[in-house]
């Protein structure tokens, strides 16, 4: 491991000690406008402003890691009329920039859709999408392979 370098882990958020929770807490109050200020935000979930300001570039929601960057999904679909463009109108309307469509040949009924968007503009997180994505008629599953 190069120094200057940072390590990232992925923790069972039971594990982490609460201020980490309540930072990500602050931050998207922050995020959403429902408080205007850090010491607003601070004081409604019960940090200190210095805690939110010592760990607010470090922790953040697994599903705000693919926030603002390239994320590829893989879906696989029933093979129906619609089902496609269904799952296209859930990008659509999150926000999410399509930049590739892969779809695989139907067999057995079902077919293979990958999916790389931008996630920038995205007014959802994308677990979120990941979960109406689940739920859409003709989805047998959904899944992030990248990003």
């Known amino acids: 491991m190069s120094e200057g370098r940072s390590k990232f882990y992925l923790v069972d958020g039971d594990a982490l000690p609460e201020v980490f929770i309540r930072v990500t807490e602050a931050k998207e109050l922050l995020d959403t406008g429902e408080v205007q200020t850090v010491a607003d935000a601070a004081a409604r979930v019960g940090i200190s402003r210095s805690a939110y300001y010592k760990y607010k570039d470090a922790v953040m929601p697994f599903q705000d890691v693919g926030r603002g960057r390239i994320v590829t999904f893989q ?22 920039n399509i930049l590739t469509i892969n779809q695989g040949i139907p067999t057995n009924g079902t077919a293979p859709v990958t999916v790389t968007a931008d996630t920038a503009d995205m007014v959802i997180s994308t677990e979120e999408l990941l979960s109406q994505l689940d739920a859409a008629e003709g989805v047998i599953s959904a899944a992030v392979v990248a990003g």
């Open 75 to 96: 879906i696989m679909l029933r093979h129906h009329l619609g089902v496609l463009s269904h799952v296209l109108g859930l990008f659509a309307g999150t926000g999410a």
